[in-house]
C-alpha cells in the first residue's frame, strides 16, 4: 500500500525560504510521477508542481514558477519541494500525491494517492 508522509512545513515570514518533504513508500515509484497541490482555507485543493520520477520532466503553476523547485532523492524515494521568495498568498496546507505513468498532470483527479499534509504560514 502507497503511503506518503509530509513534512517540512512551518511558520515563516514573507520572503523567506522553506523546503518540504515526501517520504514515499510501498511501492516502486521508478514510473510514478509524484505531485505537490495545496489548499488553503475555503479554497479549493490546486496544484503547484509535479515531477516524473522516470524522466525528471517537471510542470509548475504559474503562481510558483521561478520561485518553487520540485526534485526527488531516489535513493531515499523522498520528494522534495523548495520554497524561495515565499509569499502570504502561499499560505496553505501542503499535499504530496501520486499517480502511476510518466505523464506530468496538474489535475487533482489524476492522483490516486494522497498525504495528509502539513501546514504553510506565510506572515506578511
Known amino acids: 500500500q502507497v503511503q506518503l508522509v509530509e513534512s517540512g512545513g512551518g511558520l515563516v515570514q514573507a520572503g523567506d525560504s522553506l523546503r518540504l518533504s515526501c517520504a514515499a513508500s510501498?511501492?516502486?515509484?521508478?514510473?510514478?510521477?509524484m505531485g505537490w497541490f495545496r489548499q488553503a482555507p475555503g479554497k479549493e485543493r490546486e496544484f503547484v508542481a509535479a515531477?516524473?520520477?522516470?524522466?525528471?520532466?517537471?510542470g509548475y503553476a504559474d503562481s510558483v514558477k521561478g520561485r518553487f523547485t520540485i526534485s526527488t532523492d531516489n535513493a531515499k524515494n523522498t520528494v522534495y519541494l523548495q520554497m524561495n521568495s515565499l509569499k502570504s498568498e502561499d499560505t496553505a496546507v501542503y499535499f504530496c500525491?501520486?499517480?502511476?505513468?510518466?505523464?506530468?498532470?496538474?489535475?487533482?483527479?489524476?492522483?490516486?494517492?494522497w498525504g495528509q499534509g502539513t501546514q504553510v504560514t506565510v506572515s506578511s
Open positions: 510501498g511501492r516502486t515509484f521508478s514510473r510514478y510521477v
Open positions: 515531477i516524473s520520477w522516470s524522466d525528471g520532466s517537471t
Open positions: 500525491a501520486a499517480r502511476s505513468g510518466n505523464y506530468v498532470g496538474t489535475g487533482r483527479s489524476m492522483y490516486n494517492y
